[in-house]
């Protein structure tokens, strides 16, 4: 027996039975992760509030329902929560059998939505109109490719070999190129930021990823000498790096966003002050891409501090679950869903500060929408699933 194994049998055993073993009969559902779970409906309540304070005055300068966006927020919400308790009832382990599904699925759905039944918004064909309600495939996609690929690695129990590496980029770089055609630069971003935590996790060697860091700057110097991106992201681009960016063109929204944060203070002018930028409606998209700006000029660096703290304690769940998982394959989800907020968060708060691109991410829980809420909730679904399973 190794020696582990003598150990944990000798730390375990009290009275005659293993602490694992009388903690394995207890019913999953006795083994919920509270912090997780007031972590994601914190965020997501912290985010209906500010929808509605950068959406109110704009709805009400149009005549429009100033709680519009709210309620549709909030019926996401309840939506997205029956969705959680199912995802976190069925045995996650039942996924490695349906990751070629899931996969299709996802995949199926960023081809179909480049066709007449996907609908052009912004210049970008991202979205199916279904009457309600907008959906986005590519949210959807995200957690295919975390099933898909934590699937594949796990199968080779930290063994990984450059074939196996192969076919997760494989896996991963055929939704990332329909992804393109959409065009959707920040999701193909998150894409890759996933991929290269699941490998990481998975046991891939250090060759590997410098093999793949010499492969992402190549791809990245020949998409930018073909001239593969479309203007307004390479504008985009340009406006970031230059310190002094046209505020008339791609550098408004940066630059708006910048004014609004730092026009915040320690304590914020509050929600109801009528001449903030977030009641004038100087930013654009603010319920959505943008709205961190309204967190920071309404409840200052205080109300950032306390949003940065709940994403702090999500993600550090989701490592912790990560760590204590059973087998391979619930660590590699939960590192997966961990690595995606985590880059999220960064990409999303750091273009508004000016420290990144503007590249249209959303701020988990935060920005207005179904699909990202959905998927969201869905991931805390599947890290309490394998929190709660940890003695199975």
């Known amino acids: 027996m190794a020696t582990r194994d003598v150990f944990r049998g000798a730390v375990d055993r009290i009275g005659g039975e293993p602490v694992s073993a009388r903690m394995a009969r207890k ?44 309620k549709r927020q909030i019926v996401y919400a309840v939506v997205a929560s029956v969705v ?71 199968r080779r129990k930290g063994e990984v070999r450059s074939r196996d590496v192969m076919l997760c980029l494989a896996a991963v770089l055929l939704p990332m190129a329909l992804i393109y055609l959409e065009p959707d630069l920040g999701t193909m971003m998150i894409f890759s930021a996933l991929t290269g935590a699941l490998l990481l996790i998975g046991g891939a060697k250090v060759r590997h990823f410098l093999v793949l860091l010499v492969l992402t700057v190549g791809a990245t110097l020949a998409v930018l000498q073909m001239g593969l991106l479309e203007d307004y992201q390479l504008e985009r681009i340009t406006a970031f790096m230059d310190p002094t960016p046209n505020v008339q063109s791609e550098g408004y929204s940066p630059f708006q966003a910048k004014i609004a944060i730092a026009s915040g203070g320690v304590k914020g002018k509050g929600i109801q002050d009528r001449n903030s930028q977030t009641s004038l409606d100087f930013i654009p998209e603010q319920h959505t891409d943008f709205i961190f700006t309204a967190v920071g000029e309404q409840l200052g660096f205080m109300g950032s501090s306390v949003l940065l ?49 503007v590249t249209g991410i959303p701020l988990p829980f935060i920005s207005f929408g179904g699909s990202s809420l959905l998927t969201n909730f869905a991931c805390v679904g599947l890290l309490h699933n394998v929190h709660m399973r940890r003695f199975l």
């Not at 081809?111 to 912004?122: E, F, I, S």
């Not at 970008?124 to 959906?135: D, K, M, P």
């Open 309 to 357: 703290v709940l994403f702090g304690l999500l993600i550090w769940r989701a490592l912790r679950i990560a760590a204590m998982s059973r087998d391979l394959f619930g660590s590699l989800i939960a590192s997966g869903i961990a690595a995606m907020w985590a880059f999220q968060v960064f990409v999303n708060i750091g273009m508004t500060v000016g420290i990144m691109p």
């Open 84 to 154: 959680l308790v199912i995802v976190s009832a069925v045995d996650y382990k039942h996924l490695r059998t349906a990751a070629a599904p899931l996969y299709i699925v996802g995949v199926a759905g960023l081809a179909l939505v480049l066709t007449p039944l996907g609908t052009v918004t912004g210049g970008a064909r991202r979205w199916f109109n279904l009457g309600f309600v907008t959906a986005q495939p590519s949210e959807i996609a995200k957690l295919g490719v975390i099933v898909a690929v934590g699937a594949l690695l796990a």
């Open 27 to 70: 019913a999953p559902i006795r083994h919920v992760d509270p912090t997780l779970l007031i972590s994601a409906v914190a965020l997501a309540a912290f985010g209906a509030v500010m929808i509605f304070s950068a959406t109110e005055s704009k709805q009400l300068q149009a005549g429009l329902d100033p709680g519009f966006f709210l």
